[in-house]
């Protein structure tokens, strides 16, 4: 694929984290023999185009970098480039690609002013643990039980009636999930992200009924900040789950406004009638009141200022390093009302206030672009952009019709491997580099089927391999490294059967050499990406930094791919893989990877 090439990454931009009024310089890579004679970068400040002439710095460098400086006037500042050839032809270079037409504005590279992800979410491998399911305490024996839970034994199977499901309680806490760090932190994972602790009325505590503590059936607030201070003490970090879109019909808030008109916290939720009785919910869940943002003192309970619910947990001596926001896309949005962008931001600024150093990641279930511009998420919890496509790929053909993928990852196709570079070039394009890198790369979650269900023999290693190299933060649902297996969200929740740990240790192993690149190849962490080849069944890119440039190959099938470069150094490889002469040959599903060395791009100008 010799194209143009330009990317966020610092390869290709010089300040990815510029204040507004700084110049930073952007340049694109044009392959020898391309045929530029011009180049100038469109930018957009306060919506109004005007260009920037490109220049060539190292006029013998080969391929050809073209240079120009960028005032960036706006916290979002759009630039795209305008190549003119010798043959009189004109093409633009935007997030999507080369284009001959004059593509869409909303397309465009992005420069993002303030709101810096913290350094340590780069690189990092993040393992999602659902409490109840996760690992039990001695200690969980002797707590009592609440009277909606009905109590099952760790190796039962999960409850077949979808109306008692969620109360189906297997007693997991956080002081079992203190007692296997270990197995956490070998698998190379450096960030904990835990879904919600606070006291609920269900196994998975989204329907909480308070945000002032840690459920008692998970140790309370006391195994809270041990369970903190023991990731923290290995060099781990751990983020919270808050559900900001709704809370728990049991929750104070609203029993002290549910058939009370009166009261102060009726302006916490949206009523149906006047008496208070109907409301709004959660996709019609009546469980789930949704909360209305349109109130200035919920906003200070829960969202705004060093008293708040956001602020307290991210405060010693509990000392969270970030949250997911639960159900983000919806939050604040209700008929009329689309209060999103004013709410994440009052969360993204109680977070800088108390502790800047912290990570905020928004759920969103389809095309996640529009609200993830960087002003506030730092990345999306997502699924269009890497794990449909990776689905689509590496399944097995006419497998996993629906079932639990229709709401949240929708329905699965037979993809070729040009239909996945395609997709995620599509739905990747629209967010600024620096979010694209925190977005999570998710195989499953505890909400959607897991990968291994319907994946073709072998592909296992290909799916995780992408997930650890493709730009994003790759994410280990519990129980994946098992090879546990799940048809619907629900079922993709089995507790974890820790004594099948020596059966599972070649799962294990594989995630721990995939994971393992992350930290020893900075260049997972902050390269940029180009597309090297693509075919139905193999594609190949380069994940590029100054240092390093690492050439990934993933493939569904036995085939071989030309790549055209003196590839040396293999670095991991999975499967049946080899490569002589720049051509890759695969003996059926594999994946590999290899470095090249330092990029080929030359320094800065002088004038950066």
Same mark, same amino acid.
């Given at each position: 694929m010799t194209e143009p090439h330009h990317d966020g990454s610092s390869l290709y931009v010089s300040d990815p984290n510029p204040s507004l009024g700084d110049v930073v310089r952007v340049r /694109? #890579? &044009?392959?020898?023999?391309?045929?530029?004679?011009?180049?100038? /970068? #469109? &930018?957009?400040p306060d919506g109004e185009p005007f260009y920037v002439e490109a220049v060539r710095p190292h006029a013998q460098s080969h391929p050809e970098w073209w240079e120009a400086p960028v005032t960036v006037e706006n916290p979002e500042h759009p630039y795209r480039f305008r190549l003119d050839r010798g043959d009189g032809t004109a093409h633009w270079l935007n997030a999507r690609g080369l284009h001959r037409l004059d593509p869409r504005d909303a397309d465009d590279f992005r420069i993002v002013a303030g709101n810096v992800p913290p350094a340590w979410s780069a690189g990092s491998v993040m393992y999602q643990v659902f409490p109840d399911r996760f690992a039990r305490s001695a200690a969980a024996d002797g707590r009592e039980l609440p009277d909606w839970t009905e109590p099952a034994a760790w190796g039962d199977p999960?409850?077949?009636?979808?109306?008692?499901?969620?109360?189906?309680?297997?007693?997991?806490?956080?002081?079992?999930?203190?007692?296997?760090l270990d197995h956490i932190q070998g698998l190379g994972v450096d960030i904990l992200y835990l879904t919600p602790v606070f006291p609920a009325r269900s196994n998975h505590r989204y329907d909480a009924y308070s945000f002032d503590r840690v459920d008692p059936l998970l140790g309370g607030d006391e195994a809270f900040v041990s369970l903190v201070e023991a990731a923290h003490s290995r060099g781990m970090r751990v983020i919270g789950d808050l559900t900001t879109n709704h809370c728990g019909d049991a929750h104070e808030w609203f029993q002290a406004a549910h058939g009370n008109p009166g009261a102060p916290e009726s302006e916490f939720f949206y009523w149906l009638d006047d008496a208070q009785h109907s409301y709004v919910s959660w996709l019609g869940v009546p469980s789930l009141p949704k909360l209305n943002w349109n109130s200035i003192e919920l906003r200070r309970r829960f969202i705004e200022g060093p008293d708040s619910v956001v602020a307290r947990w991210l405060q010693?001596?509990?000392?969270?390093?970030?949250?997911?926001?639960?159900?983000?896309?919806?939050?604040?949005?209700?008929?009329?009302?689309?209060?999103?962008?004013?709410?994440r931001r009052i969360i993204r600024r109680t977070m800088t206030e108390v502790n800047p150093d912290t990570l905020l990641l928004g759920e969103f279930t389809g095309d996640a672009a529009a609200d993830f511009v960087g002003d506030a998420w730092h990345g999306a919890m997502t699924y269009a952009n890497f794990t449909r496509p990776v689905w689509n790929w590496l399944r097995t053909p006419g497998s996993g019709a629906?079932?639990?993928?229709?709401?949240?990852?929708?329905?699965t196709q037979d993809w070729d491997g040009t239909d996945v570079v395609a997709s995620h070039r599509e739905f990747a394009a629209g967010f600024p580099w620096r979010v694209r890198t925190r977005n999570m790369n998710a195989l499953d979650t505890h909400d959607i089927p897991r990968f291994v269900n319907d994946a073709r023999p072998g592909t296992v290693p290909v799916a995780v391999g992408l997930a650890m190299t493709l730009p994003g933060l790759p994410v280990i649902w519990q129980g994946d490294e098992f090879g546990l297996t799940g048809s619907d969200g629900e079922h993709s929740r089995t507790p974890l059967p820790w004594d099948e740990l020596d059966a599972a240790a070649d799962r294990i192993a594989l995630y721990q050499r995939l994971a393992g690149l992350r930290s020893e190849h900075p260049a997972l962490a902050d390269g940029g990406l180009r597309w090297l080849y693509v075919s139905a069944e193999l594609i190949a890119f380069a994940r590029e930094s100054v240092d390093e440039v690492l050439v990934v190959v993933a493939a569904r099938s036995a085939t071989s791919a030309d790549l055209g470069l003196g590839v040396a150094g293999m670095i991991v490889a999975?499967?049946?893989?080899?490569v002589a002469d720049g051509v890759v040959t695969t003996g059926g599903a594999a994946f590999g990877v290899w470095s090249l060395g330092r990029a080929d791009a030359p320094a800065w100008s002088a004038s950066s």
């Amino acid at each position: 694929m010799t194209e143009p090439h330009h990317d966020g990454s610092s390869l290709y931009v010089s300040d990815p984290n510029p204040s507004l009024g700084d110049v930073v310089r952007v340049r /694109v #890579r &044009v392959p020898e023999g391309w045929g530029a004679t011009r180049i100038r /970068v #469109r &930018v957009r400040p306060d919506g109004e185009p005007f260009y920037v002439e490109a220049v060539r710095p190292h006029a013998q460098s080969h391929p050809e970098w073209w240079e120009a400086p960028v005032t960036v006037e706006n916290p979002e500042h759009p630039y795209r480039f305008r190549l003119d050839r010798g043959d009189g032809t004109a093409h633009w270079l935007n997030a999507r690609g080369l284009h001959r037409l004059d593509p869409r504005d909303a397309d465009d590279f992005r420069i993002v002013a303030g709101n810096v992800p913290p350094a340590w979410s780069a690189g990092s491998v993040m393992y999602q643990v659902f409490p109840d399911r996760f690992a039990r305490s001695a200690a969980a024996d002797g707590r009592e039980l609440p009277d909606w839970t009905e109590p099952a034994a760790w190796g039962d199977p999960i409850e077949p009636d979808r109306r008692r499901i969620a109360l189906q309680f297997y007693g997991g806490d956080l002081a079992g999930i203190e007692e296997r760090l270990d197995h956490i932190q070998g698998l190379g994972v450096d960030i904990l992200y835990l879904t919600p602790v606070f006291p609920a009325r269900s196994n998975h505590r989204y329907d909480a009924y308070s945000f002032d503590r840690v459920d008692p059936l998970l140790g309370g607030d006391e195994a809270f900040v041990s369970l903190v201070e023991a990731a923290h003490s290995r060099g781990m970090r751990v983020i919270g789950d808050l559900t900001t879109n709704h809370c728990g019909d049991a929750h104070e808030w609203f029993q002290a406004a549910h058939g009370n008109p009166g009261a102060p916290e009726s302006e916490f939720f949206y009523w149906l009638d006047d008496a208070q009785h109907s409301y709004v919910s959660w996709l019609g869940v009546p469980s789930l009141p949704k909360l209305n943002w349109n109130s200035i003192e919920l906003r200070r309970r829960f969202i705004e200022g060093p008293d708040s619910v956001v602020a307290r947990w991210l405060q010693p001596p509990y000392s969270l390093d970030g949250w997911r926001i639960d159900v983000a896309n919806m939050t604040g949005r209700y008929g009329a009302d689309d209060l999103n962008s004013e709410v994440r931001r009052i969360i993204r600024r109680t977070m800088t206030e108390v502790n800047p150093d912290t990570l905020l990641l928004g759920e969103f279930t389809g095309d996640a672009a529009a609200d993830f511009v960087g002003d506030a998420w730092h990345g999306a919890m997502t699924y269009a952009n890497f794990t449909r496509p990776v689905w689509n790929w590496l399944r097995t053909p006419g497998s996993g019709a629906g079932g639990g993928l229709s709401m949240i990852v929708g329905e699965t196709q037979d993809w070729d491997g040009t239909d996945v570079v395609a997709s995620h070039r599509e739905f990747a394009a629209g967010f600024p580099w620096r979010v694209r890198t925190r977005n999570m790369n998710a195989l499953d979650t505890h909400d959607i089927p897991r990968f291994v269900n319907d994946a073709r023999p072998g592909t296992v290693p290909v799916a995780v391999g992408l997930a650890m190299t493709l730009p994003g933060l790759p994410v280990i649902w519990q129980g994946d490294e098992f090879g546990l297996t799940g048809s619907d969200g629900e079922h993709s929740r089995t507790p974890l059967p820790w004594d099948e740990l020596d059966a599972a240790a070649d799962r294990i192993a594989l995630y721990q050499r995939l994971a393992g690149l992350r930290s020893e190849h900075p260049a997972l962490a902050d390269g940029g990406l180009r597309w090297l080849y693509v075919s139905a069944e193999l594609i190949a890119f380069a994940r590029e930094s100054v240092d390093e440039v690492l050439v990934v190959v993933a493939a569904r099938s036995a085939t071989s791919a030309d790549l055209g470069l003196g590839v040396a150094g293999m670095i991991v490889a999975e499967g049946s893989i080899s490569v002589a002469d720049g051509v890759v040959t695969t003996g059926g599903a594999a994946f590999g990877v290899w470095s090249l060395g330092r990029a080929d791009a030359p320094a800065w100008s002088a004038s950066s």
